[in-house]
């Protein structure tokens, strides 16, 4: 499993490319973690399998692509459909 962490305002986002098999890609998930505010840590949003489960090619597309995800729920509150 890849994995990266990205501060979004008041949310962290914790994205992360989990392989599928060596010939199918990598799929991208995501949580994001409210931080900042009155109110104590808590999860926001958690998508294991965004796009469905599609299999990215690297390990990159599917980082980029979770990190987008999160970065539009934590700005615009918009959940990417599963």
Partial sequence: MHFEEVDAGD???YAGAVERSKQYGYVAAVV???VRGRL???E???NEALSG????ASPREALTH???A??????NRIAMPV
């Fill in 32 to 34: 994001v973690v409210r």
């Fill in 40 to 42: 104590p840590k808590t």
């Fill in 11 to 13: 949310y962290k986002i």
């Fill in 66 to 68: 979770a990190i987008k």
């Fill in 53 to 56: 489960g599609f299999a990215w």
């Fill in 70 to 75: 999160g970065k539009d729920f934590a700005f």
């Fill in 44 to 46: 926001a949003y958690r």
